[in-house]
């Protein structure tokens, strides 16, 4: 069905035009490093020093030592204001994000065994923030209750003692940086293979490809493939600079990591190819690749946002995106190295996008030719 | 006159491809509509296992609190040992209890309950152990008596009360799907014309550089007010968020944005020589800027050079521009200071947008 003749002849001359135009050229080497330096250092789920401004009427040693617990955490950097008054408009010009306000008579109560109560405020607009703001006031809650008895007991740190496994630091790096090469990946061949064939009819140079004998299989795959390899060549970009610049490690088995990462790119370079093969118009592609190819890539792949924590509904339909299997499997593969045996259910059904994908273009490649 | 001529070429060749005027006409919506619900990051289902004795009744406690709660949900299958609990997927986090019961080991001073996290997902490993720490430290027997009365801190989240993740997620959006369509529709359409040859006979035409411009981004500025107004109805409309601040301050501040935008696409066409150029260069540029805009992502968290280029982002100017007028009110001094900055860049934009144009011709 394939004659390798005309699909190498094709890959050739897709080579060339890939070296013709040292933008794209260059463009698929230096994206991948830049998005991973850039994604690397930006990303930091751990909140850390949040503004905080705090409004202290009670003005006590209790008052104080709460205070001085809360700016010794690295939590949170607090400033004084005037009033609660003050402490509002700096939250609504987002120069603080959370107020503490203390009343007078703190202390009184506190120690007078009722119950001393303090107020906060949190900016809820950033809700994951907000969420973790709140949880780390809990901490300081009871250290400074603990500081207050001045009691000789060691600290008690509570009764529970977390081990982090695969990622003891809680690094953001760790998390972010091994999914990326699928994001990367999924928008590198978008990119390029979604022009490729509304360009030969924009052109006009399509006709002529069609009055040749070639195959529409021989055409995609021909077409396919040169780009594979440029991905292939940025994903090992990518895994070098993961492993050296971050010293994240690979416990995993590379070859499965490398069959998934080319069952990946055959997926997304064919949804490219298709997404071009169906509209004509380069402009409207672009639109549709973007909107079709790196915004679910992007936020339905559990890249950021957790595909567990969505409602149910949309759970099922991450599972129709191959970008949300290949990212599980290359996070497992990198921090938790499960076998494939373990991974069988997405590498099963990446291995069935890819064969879809190639399937779907051939397909409407041909209704194409015939039309 | 011929301005208007121009304009109407615009846009009938926009609206003329029914898949072009798909993508700008039902697209944006239909993403802010999928994104806006599907997204959040509210932590549930954390998948939690308890290895203890039954009888163990500080574990079991922490256990079944934890899961009354709506983060946490049991396990399917009880696996024979808690790291394989782990290594299988089964679990996300497992509670072990030390030998001998809990209630005994914590009498001794010696023991203490171990929590294991799958640490993979950081966002998830986070959650579970600052919910599970809260619990157990509610939960804990009080040894001696404390000399204090407890301490309570009453928490009152502004804004956004019920803490509605749409709430933090739609602006961002928003801005995001106006930049794909403002930005990326101008320098596009350049882009082909110069791929196609016609932009040679625009310029001959005797047509001055002003209307050149003006005419190419004219169209895609009604298109991006068009998606503001409808975005704004939709977020209003399925997820209720709030518009607290005036509507003049955000219609102001989203015309301002659409004009920045637009200088950006017309600046950046000067560098491309094709449509494939430009759906690259734009990508790239606005991947960074998303990135540092602070739509998915706290800008807070960033190091220090990071949060620099976020000043001079008109992205993250427009987020947090939006954000505020829509969930705070708008403050007077803030917007005026952000959206000054906001024009600023835009200015600074257009200048060498002209510039580049001229050489160019």
């Known amino acids: 069905m394939v004659n390798q003749r005309r699909t190498v002849a094709i890959f050739n001359k897709e080579i060339r035009h890939i070296l013709r135009d040292p933008f794209t050229l260059i463009f698929s080497l230096v994206m991948p490093v830049v998005m991973v330096l850039l994604f690397g250092t930006a990303i930091e789920f751990n909140v850390r020093e949040v503004p905080t401004v705090y409004v202290d009427q009670d003005h006590s040693q209790t008052s104080r030592t709460f205070l001085n617990t809360l700016g010794s955490s690295q939590y949170f950097k607090i400033t004084p204001v005037a009033s609660a008054h003050e402490g509002i408009r700096w939250i609504e010009r ?60 060691p600290a008690s740190e509570g009764a529970l003692k977390t081990r982090f496994l695969y990622n003891p630091e809680l690094s953001s790096r760790w998390f972010t940086v091994p999914a990326l090469t699928a994001v990367v990946m999924a928008i590198l061949s978008i990119l390029l293979t979604a022009l490729t064939i509304s360009r030969e009819w924009e052109n006009g140079s399509m006709e002529l490809l069609l009055s040749t004998p070639v195959r529409p299989m021989e055409v995609v795959l021909g077409k396919m493939l040169p780009y594979a390899l440029l991905g292939l060549i940025s994903v090992f970009v990518v895994y070098i600079i993961a492993r050296t610049l971050y010293g994240i490690p690979f416990i995993g088995q590379l070859w499965i990591f490398w069959v998934a990462t080319l069952m990946f790119l055959l997926t997304y370079l064919g949804q490219g190819l298709l997404i071009s093969t169906l509209i004509r118009n380069q402009q409207a592609a672009i639109q549709f690749a973007l ?16 595909i567990e924590h969505m409602p149910t509904f949309f759970q099922g339909i991450t599972a129709c995106f191959p970008a949300r299997w290949y990212v599980t499997i290359v996070r497992d593969q990198f921090l938790k190295g499960s076998s494939a045996l373990e991974l069988f259910l997405p590498l099963f059904m990446l291995f069935v996008f890819t064969c879809m994908a190639i399937r779907l273009c051939t397909k409407t490649f041909k209704g194409n030719l015939e039309s | ?113 171990q929590l294991l996290v799958n640490a993979s997902d950081v966002l998830r490993a986070q959650a579970a152990d600052i919910y599970l720490k809260s619990i157990a430290q509610s939960l804990e027997p009080k040894g001696e008596k404390t000399p204090h009365a407890p301490l309570s801190v009453s928490v009152r989240m502004l804004y956004n009360p019920s803490m509605t993740s749409s709430t933090f997620t739609l602006p961002g959006i928003m801005s995001m799907l106006l930049t794909f369509l403002v930005m990326v529709l101008t320098c596009t359409s350049i882009a082909k014309e110069k791929e196609r ?141 952000y959206s000054s900055a906001l024009l600023g860049v835009g200015i600074v934009l257009a200048f060498f947008a002209f510039r580049r144009f001229r050489i160019s011709l």
């Open chain 2, 197 to 337: 040859g016609t932009f040679e006979m625009i310029i001959s035409a005797p047509i001055r550089r002003t209307d050149i411009i003006l005419g190419k981004t004219i169209p895609f500025a009604l298109v991006g007010v068009w998606n503001v107004f409808i975005a704004l109805m939709a977020s209003r409309f399925f997820f209720s968020l709030p518009l607290r601040g005036s509507l003049v301050a955000f219609g102001f501040v989203s015309l301002c944005y659409v004009y920045t935008a637009l200088m950006a696409g017309v600046l950046m066409s000067t560098f491309v020589k094709n449509q494939q150029q430009s759906m690259m260069c734009n990508f790239m540029i606005l991947f960074i800027a998303m990135m540092l805009s602070g739509c998915f992502f706290s800008v807070d968290n960033m190091p220090l050079p990071l949060r620099l280029i976020s000043y001079v982002n008109p992205l993250a100017h427009y987020t947090f521009l939006v954000r505020n007028i829509l969930l705070k009110g708008g403050d007077f001094m803030y917007l005026i200071q």
């Open chain 1, 291 to 306: 909107m079709i190819g790196m915004m679910p890539s992007m936020l339905f792949s559990g890249f950021i946002f957790p």
């Open chain 1, 94 to 153: 987002e120069r603080a994000r959370a107020m503490i306000i203390i009343p007078p008579q703190f202390e009184h109560f506190l120690l007078g065994a009722q119950e001393g109560k303090l107020q906060v405020l949190v900016d809820g607009t950033d809700n994951s923030s907000g969420n973790a703001l709140v949880g780390y006031l809990g901490a300081i809650q009871a250290k400074t209750l603990q500081n207050l008895s001045k009691s000789d007991h």
């Open chain 2, 1 to 113: 006159m011929i301005l208007k001529g121009f304009i109407r070429k615009e846009i009938i060749q926009t609206l003329r491809d029914p898949h072009l005027g798909m993508a700008v006409i039902i697209m944006p919506v239909l993403q802010l509509l999928l994104f806006g619900y599907a997204l959040t990051n509210e932590v549930k289902n954390i998948r939690l296992d308890v290895y203890a004795e039954p009888r163990d009744v500080l574990v079991q406690n922490i256990y079944d609190h934890a899961l009354a709660s709506r983060w946490f949900a049991p396990v399917k299958k009880h696996k024979a040992n808690p790291i394989d609990a782990i290594q299988s997927g089964e679990a996300d986090a497992v509670l072990v209890a030390p030998p001998g019961g809990l209630t005994r080991a914590a009498g001794r001073n010696e023991e203490k309950i």
